[in-house]
Nanobody, 119 residues
């Protein structure tokens, strides 16, 4: 079993920054692909960013590319999402996810952390 705990959300003004964290426990974190997703009210959950096991390969949704940065620290069993130049449309519950197979099929999910961007 893998447990993921998201944190770091909050209320921020447009143009501001937040850093989300995802602490993993249970199995070998360095083997996982990690991802961040978000779900806004009334909308489906959408992909935000992903990072491979080593941190050498990342991928982003077009809507966040250039503003958000995904990273990981395998020694701390933690993945991060640095969010800069935040916009009101970034408001959502953000979830981290782990893929133990290393593919884009995610097996485990965090509980979510609320990000609210005011205009």
């Amino acid at each position: 079993q893998v447990q993921l705990v998201d944190s770091g959300g909050g209320l921020v003004q447009a143009g501001g920054s937040l850093r989300l964290s995802c602490l993993a426990s249970g199995r070998t974190f360095s083997n996982y692909r990690m991802g961040w997703f978000r779900q806004a009210p009334g909308k489906e959950r959408e992909f935000v960013a992903t990072i491979n096991w080593s941190g050498g390969i990342t991928n982003y949704a077009a809507s966040v590319k250039g503003r958000f940065t995904i990273s990981r620290d395998n020694a701390k069993n933690t993945a991060y999402l640095q969010m800069n130049s935040l916009k009101p449309e970034d408001t959502a519950v953000y979830y981290c996810a782990a893929s133990t197979s290393g593919t884009v099929r995610y097996d485990y999910w965090g509980q979510g952390t609320q990000v609210t961007v005011s205009s």
